[in-house]
């Protein structure tokens, strides 16, 4: 049961860090793709 938990909470933080990424890239003028995927991968490098 916790290993759900984790995996929810790992998933929830991955998009929220895409979706900031997205929103920050369109603050700097830059390519929001490559922001948001690198930022789905690798979210604690936002």
Sequence with gaps: MA???IVAIWGSTM???M???G???L???RDYSVW???SFLLP???
Aim: charged residues 5%; glycine residues 10%.
């Design 3 to 5: 290993g759900n938990a």
């Design 36 to 38: 948001m995927a690198w």
């Design 23 to 25: 929103l920050v890239s």
């Design 27 to 29: 603050w700097k003028n």
């Design 15 to 17: 998009l929220g860090a």
């Design 44 to 46: 604690p490098a936002l």
């Design 19 to 21: 979706l900031l990424a």
